[in-house]
């Protein structure tokens, strides 16, 4: 049964969040934010706010500019407010101890939709359905090589499946026993960010974790650490990010949330660039270069060039991160993404950007 929420004109000041995903389209947005390990999605649509005051009006404003980051806070305070209260008695308290993937990634989900009543905005209650609304929870099956073929065989999509021959010689490690690794008074915690930094349960052990996600290239990138394992063995020189385990739904082996990556300290190319002399620069592009020749050589192809997915770590050299492909533009032309030819493409606008 559907609950009304009465709006509020203040801006939700009772507790803190992070905006998890928001999907805009021509005539609708669809707004989801985590407080305190519970997932709000905000559901709205034009043809819900047509009548009394100018709600269309300012639904249409915000949805134009939302790259602007001063516009982006003013929606959320718009959208959020018609269930500010509702909001506010689901998360009564901040979390007491550190949160495990599975409490931040398995969390209870409300939804709500905005509608106009005599201009003002309000909210309905709805109840969650994933097949309505969709499972925002990252998850890849692992499967047999026998049924790899059958996916094919019958021109499944092979999004979210990953064979398991395919995968390296790692933990496997449930989602329960990871906590993420900040303080609680940490911004990640305060905000409830997507986990990060991560440590085993009891352990000081850190770890980089990256969630499932078809759409940037996890099961590739999954492949190729598997193949940096092996080529490392014979070849530990070889300055790439390394995979030391899996991340499995707690009771559901087959099924991964995410993979942990060892933990670089250190920061971006694309920061330690800004105050570098010349040299440094020069030093840490021929790096890149003999890295990425090394990488060419086993057959495999960086992706996506760019300052980001480079970091230089605690004894100074450039080490490659990200293989989960795709490309930006202004260093690979769309055609040549995910092909040798696209990276030499990459590099050559890499070390124009570091040595002008």
Same mark, same amino acid.
């Given at each position: 049964?559907d ?17 998890? !995903? ?21 559901e709205?649509?034009?043809? +819900? ?6 709600l ?7 949805k ?16 959020? &407010?018609?269930?500010?209260e509702?909001? =506010? ?7 007491? +101890? ?14 709500? !939709? ?13 109840a969650?359905?994933?097949k ?6 990252? /998850? ?10 059958? #996916? ?5 999509? =092979? ?21 993420r ?5 940490s ?8 986990p ?11 770890? #980089? ?8 290239? #996890? ?7 598997a ?27 087959s099924?991964l949330?995410g993979m ?29 270069? !003999? ?14 060039? /760019?300052p980001?997915?480079?970091?230089? &770590?605690?004894?100074?050299?450039a ?34 950007r570091?040595?002008?």
């Amino acid at each position: 049964m559907d609950q009304t929420t009465d709006a509020t004109n203040s801006a939700p000041t009772m507790y803190s969040f992070s905006m998890q !995903e928001m999907v805009t389209l021509e005539d609708a947005i669809s707004y989801t934010f985590m407080s305190r390990n519970k997932r709000f999605m905000i559901e709205i649509t034009a043809e +819900r706010l047509e009548g009394e005051g100018s709600l269309v009006d300012e639904f249409y404003q915000f949805k134009d500019d939302l790259d602007d980051p001063d516009i982006l806070c003013d929606f959320e305070t718009w959208a959020i &407010g018609p269930i500010h209260e509702r909001v =506010r008695k689901l998360v009564p308290v901040p979390v007491s +101890r550190p949160t495990t993937l599975l409490e931040y990634y398995d969390a209870e989900t409300y939804v709500f !939709e905005l509608f106009n009543e005599g201009g003002v905005l309000k909210a309905n209650e709805l109840a969650f359905d994933p097949k309505i609304f969709g499972d925002a929870s990252p /998850k890849v099956a692992i499967v047999e090589n026998a049924e790899i073929q059958l #996916f094919t065989s019958r021109d499944v999509p =092979r999004d979210g499946i990953v064979s398991r021959s395919a995968l390296p010689t790692v933990p496997l490690i449930p989602a329960s026993q990871l906590v993420r690794a900040a303080s609680l008074d940490s911004v990640e915690e305060v905000l409830c960010e997507i986990p990060r930094i991560v440590r085993k349960v009891n352990t000081m052990d850190e770890f #980089f974790f990256k969630q499932c996600d078809m759409r940037h290239g #996890f099961q590739r990138e999954v492949e190729i650490l598997a193949r940096l394992q092996k080529i490392s063995e014979h070849d530990p020189s070889l300055r790439t990010s390394r995979i030391v385990g899996l991340v499995n739904w707690d009771g559901q082996e087959s099924l991964l949330m995410g993979m942990l990556l060892e933990r670089i300290n250190g920061i971006t190319l694309h920061d330690a660039m800004l105050d570098a002399s010349v040299a440094e620069r020069r030093r840490w592009m021929d790096q890149v270069d !003999e890295t990425v020749k090394k990488l060419h050589k086993y057959g495999i192809v960086w992706g996506d060039v /760019k300052p980001d997915n480079v970091m230089i &770590g605690p004894s100074g050299d450039a080490i490659l991160i990200d293989f989960g492909g795709g490309c930006t533009l202004e260093y690979i032309e769309m055609e040549l993404q995910e092909t040798e030819e696209g990276d030499l493409q990459g590099l050559k606008n890499l070390r124009s950007r570091l040595l002008s």
